[in-house]
């Protein structure tokens, strides 16, 4: 009987799950792009995020991020832009990640802004970005795209200098770094927040002095640092809440 019970209530909570997240599909341009939408419970409206995947493409680490946003109050759109393929290897995430024409991924991108502002269950001015790795890059891009965008959160994502490009941000940055980063240093973030400094736009800046590049994501054994990862999630939370949620 108790074995029954059981696996009556896990039934019950895995529909539950299942009946927050279901796959979807939106236009951009000629093309029809998929992602994964998470809806919190309740009848909204909620403040949304386009959730961005690093350059393995849309894994189940990236679901389980977009979940947690649910989870904390966010209609949540982990996008797709590798159309569907998803990596194993580093070598094949490098291939698909070169793959993705920029001009497409900007498309990409500002399509699923446009899809989330079309949701009746969400805030149309309460719209934000986070991405890790390249989606953190991505991340930084919608900013760049979207006049209208509320936040933008960069996890070890390429940034852009030219303050002609750095002007065009409306929306405060999280941005979240590991001081022993090789691909992203800490002389080119902190250049990165002083340029926002300088042109007065609303930028926080954390660098993680130990941690490597994504050093969030427990699936990277030997560069996780699970206390530095706790610190920016609940940062990022912070953040969120602060300029979503208003």
């Given at each position: 009987?108790?074995?029954?019970?059981?696996?009556?209530?896990?039934?019950?909570?895995?529909?539950?799950?299942?009946?927050?997240?279901?796959?979807?599909?939106?236009?951009?341009?000629?093309?029809?792009?998929?992602?994964?939408?998470?809806?919190?419970?309740?009848?909204?409206?909620?403040?949304?995020?386009?959730?961005?995947?690093?350059?393995?493409?849309?894994n189940d680490w990236v679901k389980e991020q977009a979940s947690k946003?649910?989870?904390?109050?966010?209609?949540?759109?982990?996008?797709?832009?590798?159309?569907?393929?998803?990596?194993?290897?580093?070598?094949?995430?490098?291939?698909?990640?070169?793959?993705?024409?920029?001009?497409?991924?900007?498309?990409?991108?500002?399509?699923?802004?446009?899809?989330?502002?079309?949701?009746?269950?969400?805030?149309?001015?309460?719209?934000?970005?986070?991405?890790?790795?390249?989606g953190g890059g991505y991340s930084l891009d919608v900013a760049l795209?979207?006049?209208?965008?509320?936040?933008?959160?960069?996890?070890?994502?390429?940034?852009?200098?030219?303050?002609?490009?750095?002007?065009?941000?409306?929306?405060?940055?999280?941005?979240?770094?590991?001081?022993?980063?090789?691909?992203?240093?800490?002389?080119?973030?902190?250049?990165?927040?002083?340029?926002?400094?300088?042109?007065?736009?609303?930028?926080?800046?954390?660098?993680?002095?130990?941690?490597?590049?994504?050093?969030?994501?427990?699936?990277?054994?030997?560069?996780?640092?699970?206390?530095?990862?706790?610190?920016?999630?609940?940062?990022?939370?912070?953040?969120?809440?602060?300029?979503?949620?208003?």
């Amino acid at each position: 009987m108790k074995t029954l019970l059981l696996a009556l209530i896990l039934s019950v909570s895995l529909f539950s799950f299942a009946a927050d997240a279901k796959s979807v599909s939106y236009k951009s341009g000629d093309d029809t792009v998929t992602g994964m939408l998470y809806t919190p419970a309740g009848k909204g409206p909620f403040p949304a995020l386009i959730v961005i995947h690093e350059w393995w493409g849309l894994n189940d680490w990236v679901k389980e991020q977009a979940s947690k946003f649910a989870d904390q109050g966010y209609v949540a759109l982990a996008v797709d832009l590798y159309r569907g393929k998803v990596a194993t290897t580093p070598d094949l995430a490098h291939e698909l990640m070169r793959g993705v024409p920029e001009d497409r991924a900007a498309r990409d991108l500002r399509a699923a802004f446009d899809f989330l502002a079309a949701q009746p269950n969400v805030k149309k001015d309460r719209i934000g970005s986070i991405g890790w790795c390249m989606g953190g890059g991505y991340s930084l891009d919608v900013a760049l795209l979207e006049p209208t965008l509320a936040a933008a959160v960069i996890n070890y994502g390429h940034l852009a200098s030219d303050p002609a490009e750095l002007k065009k941000i409306n929306a405060p940055i999280l941005g979240i770094f590991g001081g022993q980063d090789r691909g992203i240093t800490v002389d080119d973030v902190k250049k990165f927040g002083q340029s926002l400094d300088q042109l007065g736009k609303r930028g926080e800046i954390k660098i993680y002095p130990d941690a490597g590049h994504a050093f969030e994501n427990p699936n990277n054994k030997q560069g996780y640092r699970a206390d530095d990862a706790s610190d920016a999630w609940k940062r990022t939370l912070d953040f969120l809440a602060g300029t979503l949620k208003k």
